[in-house]
């Protein structure tokens, strides 16, 4: 499940953050290195790590 969410995300940032950046004059290449690497990590761990504590008891 955590793997599919993040794919999913990550994904959806690769996407979407170039765009948004060419939406607002910004160059969109800025947006499609290593800050949508960093972004997407983050928000991958942050996934992980919410699907595990809804999936082991006690969390």
């Not at 794919?7 to 160059?27: C, E, F, H, K």
């Not at 800025?30 to 969390?59: H, K, N």
């Amino acid at each position: 499940m955590s793997l599919f969410a993040a794919g999913t995300v990550a994904s959806s940032i690769g996407l979407l953050l170039p765009w948004i950046l060419s939406r607002l004059g910004l160059d969109p290449a800025f947006g499609s290195g290593p800050v949508a690497t960093v972004i997407q990590d983050g928000v991958t761990i942050l996934i992980y790590f919410e699907v595990m504590s809804i999936a082991l008891p006690g969390g």
